[in-house]
């Protein structure tokens, strides 16, 4: 039997339970992982309160972890039985000691890039490639705001970022968050629990105002977002942490400069396995030069994951979480 953590319906984090499970052998194309650490992430949250559904219920929870490849299913061929990997992306169920998964979506671990570090930065550094690169690829000397820039994937593009030569403005909600920031290589940060962040963007700026936008918050900060902007730029809208933004007229981005709007995802970006190896290999390549460091701010055993929530949710948790099985 392995453990695994379930709801079998959505709301706080008292629904999730840890269960006994009989481990599922790997179908065709499939491989089965023993998770050695687990990553934490808000889109978990996402689907135990049900802001987005789980494809059925009761449901595991989590896709992001590293590990040892146990099993391999039939015609898996870029793997085998004890290869240290890691994976972002999959069906729910990376809360748990053993996970079965498509084997397209699993990267072999390179030397020097051990499994809690795989497990704190895959879905979170995976997402900072795509956003600081591909969304727009952006050049050095532009400036960006970032909220949330003391959080998981704020920590990584802080660093990314400066090794981009791309000035990045961190919102943070205290001075210790920005003191954090700050060390990661933001350029500016912006404590909005007491200062205006167009006005100090505007200053910061000179009255340029910023060549994009990553806004992770949502509901609470899309307007202010918004106003950041230089004309014609780009605002990215990739999270809902505060709520999802809904019920927009289209005509605010002629209001605001006739502004651009994304809405992506990871699965999105690395939908085809050649993408998810050239984004991999780009984090990788971040990791092993030290230019990226993931910092591991907060651990907890895997039956203590609806306490881990609690405390992502609450804000109360810098950089990475992980869970260890
Ligand atoms: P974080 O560690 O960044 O935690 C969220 C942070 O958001 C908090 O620490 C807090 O920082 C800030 N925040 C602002 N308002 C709220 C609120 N109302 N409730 C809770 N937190 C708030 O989480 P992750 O690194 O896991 O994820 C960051 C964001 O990126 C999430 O929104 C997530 O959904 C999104 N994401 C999107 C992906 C995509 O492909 N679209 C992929 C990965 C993540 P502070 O106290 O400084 O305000």
Redesign the pocket.
């Known amino acids: 039997m392995a453990k695994r953590i379930q709801f079998a319906r959505t709301g706080g984090p008292e629904v999730l339970e840890l269960v006994d499970v009989t481990p599922a052998e790997p179908a065709p194309g499939e491989v089965r992982v023993r998770n050695q650490a687990v990553g934490?992430?808000?889109?978990?949250?996402?689907f135990r309160t049900g802001l987005y559904p789980a494809p059925s219920l009761p449901s595991g929870l989590g896709t992001e972890g590293a590990g040892v490849v146990e099993a391999v299913g039939e015609g898996v061929t870029h793997l085998k039985a004890g290869d240290r990997v890691a994976y972002a992306q999959g069906p729910l169920g990376a809360y748990a000691e053993q996970h079965v998964l498509p084997a397209g979506k699993v990267v072999v671990l390179p030397e020097g890039i051990d499994v809690e570090t795989a497990a704190a930065s895959m879905?979170?550094g995976?997402?900072v490639q795509?956003?600081l690169r591909q969304t727009r690829e952006l050049k050095g000397g532009e400036t960006i705001l970032w909220?949330?820039?003391?959080?998981?994937?704020?920590?990584i593009a802080c660093q990314w970022a400066k090794a981009l030569g791309v000035k990045l403005i961190?919102?943070?909600?205290?001075p210790e968050?920005a003191a954090l920031a700050e060390k990661n290589g933001a350029w500016a940060t912006i404590d909005?629990?007491k200062e205006d962040v167009v006005e100090r963007v505007r200053e910061l700026t000179n009255g340029a105002m910023c060549d994009v936008v990553y806004d992770?918050?949502?509901?609470?900060?899309w307007e202010t977002s918004l106003d950041c902007l230089k004309p014609r730029s780009l605002m990215v809208s990739?999270?809902?942490?505060?709520?999802a933004v809904e019920g927009v007229n289209i005509g605010i981005l002629n209001q605001k400069g006739s502004l651009f709007v994304t809405?992506?995802?990871?699965?999105?970006?690395a939908d085809t396995r050649e993408r998810l190896e050239w984004m991999a290999g780009e984090l990788f390549e971040m990791l092993q030069s030290g230019k990226v460091t993931v910092d591991i701010a907060q651990r907890y055993p895997l039956a203590e994951a609806g306490k881990a929530q609690e405390a992502?949710?609450?804000?109360?948790?810098?950089?990475?979480?992980i869970l260890l099985p």
């Open positions: 934490l992430n808000f889109i978990d949250i996402y879905l979170k995976l997402t795509y956003l909220h949330a820039a003391a959080g998981g994937v704020g920590s961190g919102t943070v909600s205290s968050k909005y629990t992770s918050v949502g509901k609470d900060t990739f999270g809902n942490a505060s709520g809405r992506p995802s990871l699965n999105g970006y992502l949710q609450g804000r109360q948790t810098t950089g990475s979480t």
